[in-house]
């Protein structure tokens, strides 16, 4: 039988059979069925099929009638199935398009659910951390109560904190911003605790100031010595702008005893705060010389005192000279306690103080005698008897000659020195010596010359009278006068005091007639007015 189906198979291939017959299992089952038939049977089989066909086409007819209805429904039912499965495959189309925007909606749905559940948590942690946060928020507003009420203490622990919590959360917007105001309220404190410093400040408060400033940490240790050093300065300037300057001599005084005392308060504030004594305890930079700011600041100050006293003896003090002098050198070497003796640096400025109001008084004498020159007339010059100059000769040589007094010129003109002599005296450096004698021998030179021209414009009109006064006249120049002033160059500028400093003997120094005015040399101009010598009244020349 299986021979039979191998053998209808073959054929296959010849006969016009459908592909897809020959894939049918029924078809297949059939040709099997065939194979087994006769040759007679065989040949029926076309009828048997054919007959089988008419009664099955009108068996199915019969059904068609018999069910027309059901199959008319059937075709309305399988029409509304067809347009249904077209719209519900429209439909699934539709929604196979918009799945990606619902899938974008549903993550980004999520991802919002999922902030949300952040924010929510964040929210809640923040509820719950409420009031520890309202600490950190109010830092800044307790730190402004802290530094503005004084307690600084607790404005310093506040900016520890803050400093920590800048170093953790540096990232943190609201907490870059609670630095920032904090550090406002740093500023405030650093500018109230410099103006404290430029104010009237005790040594336990001025430790107090600078170890606040310490911990600030704002300034390195040598900037902490200046900005002190320029503090307490601003506040010494302050007390010497308050000093009046009306009266040249109150005011360097009262600048004497203010920088004397409170410029000790400041070097002993200074040197209590920092070490400088000992390197081992100094802190900061090692390659900086630390000493040298409060060394170049005392010697700042100093010139600073230098100049007011320059300026103000400029002005003049008078005969108080002398005081002032006492005072500031009592200063300078109070200050060589803290290695700033300067007594040698007012020396000059005393010599030129003293010289300029001997200067001043000498051209003052010089005037008096022009003046009293002018209105003078020798008609009406006394005469003194020859015993009476005898005995002014014998009187104290410290004294005016009383022969001056005949001539009031002379008179005027001595008196004008002698008040110079009084005021150089109370200051009176033997350095000025020389330029001293210098300035009497171009005062004397004045009055010669006066003298001269007036005997040349007026000795043609001379009485014989008149022509034996003004003889006198030049006598007691030159023989009163002229000693006198020599008299007193050498109570103001002794002997042995200029053979200390120069190392030469008195005796020599008096032979050389040294600090002495020429008297040779002055008189020489009026030598031939000048009376003979047996008409001078016996008189000892010395």
Partial sequence: MDQSLILVQKDWHTANISKTWKDNEEFSSYLLHLADFGVEKLSKEASHIREERSAILDQTKELAYSNYKTFIHTADCSRTIFKDFTSVENDLEALSSSLPGLKQSVETFLNTSRNLSTSRHLTSLTLTKHTQLLEILELPQLMDTCVRNGYYDEALEILA??????????????????????????????????????????????????????????????????????????????????????????????????????????????????????????????????????QGWILHKVNQFLVIVEQDLDRGVGTNLESVLVQCMFFGQSFSRVGADFRNLLIPLFQKAALAQCVKDIRSANLKFDESLSSFSLMEAPQMSP????????????????????????????????????????????????????????????????????????????????????????????????????????????????????????????????????????????????????????????
């Avoid at 800048?166 to 870059?176: L, M, N, R, T």
């Avoid at 021998?441 to 006066?450: G, N, Y």
């Avoid at 008299?487 to 103001?492: E, G, K, M």
Wanted: aromatic share 8%.
């Fill in 161 to 294: 904190y803050v400093r920590r919590l800048e170093k953790k959360h540096a990232d943190v917007p609201i907490i870059e911003g609670i630095v920032k105001e904090v550090q406002a309220g740093t500023r405030l404190m650093l500018s109230q605790l410099l103006a404290q410093l430029r104010s009237s400040l005790a040594l336990p408060q001025c430790l107090k100031v600078i170890g606040l400033l310490r911990r600030l940490d704002v300034f390195t240790e040598p900037e902490l010595r200046l900005k002190f050093l320029q503090a307490r300065d601003s506040w010494f300037q302050s007390i010497l702008k308050s000093i009046p300057k009306d009266d040249p001599y109150q005011h360097l005084t009262k600048v004497v005893e203010a920088s004397r005392v409170h410029l000790f308060d400041i070097v002993t504030q200074y040197r209590a705060i920092f070490s400088d004594d000992d390197p081992r305890f100094s802190v900061g930079d090692p390659d900086v010389n630390q000493q040298a700011i409060f």
């Fill in 387 to 542: 015993s009476a100059a005898f005995l002014a000769d014998l009187q104290d040589k410290t004294r005016p000659p009383p022969a001056l007094m005949e001539f009031p010129p002379l008179a005027h003109y001595t008196n004008g020195l002698v008040a110079a002599f009084n005021n150089l005296r109370l200051c009176c450096p033997i350095a000025v010596m020389m330029e001293v004698i210098s300035l009497l021998e171009k005062s004397l030179t004045k009055v010669i010359a006066a003298l001269l021209e007036l005997h040349r414009l007026e000795s043609g009109g001379f009485t014989s009278r008149e022509e034996i006064s003004f003889s006198r006249l030049c006598w007691v120049l030159a023989v009163c006068l002229l000693p006198h002033v020599n008299s007193c160059l050498r109570l103001l500028f002794p002997l042995h005091y200029i053979a200390t400093i120069s190392g030469v003997s008195q005796t020599q120094l008096s032979k050389e007639k040294f600090g002495q005015l020429d008297i040779e040399n002055l008189v020489a101009s009026i030598e031939h007015l000048l009376p003979k010598k047996e008409e001078i009244p016996e008189k000892n020349q010395e």
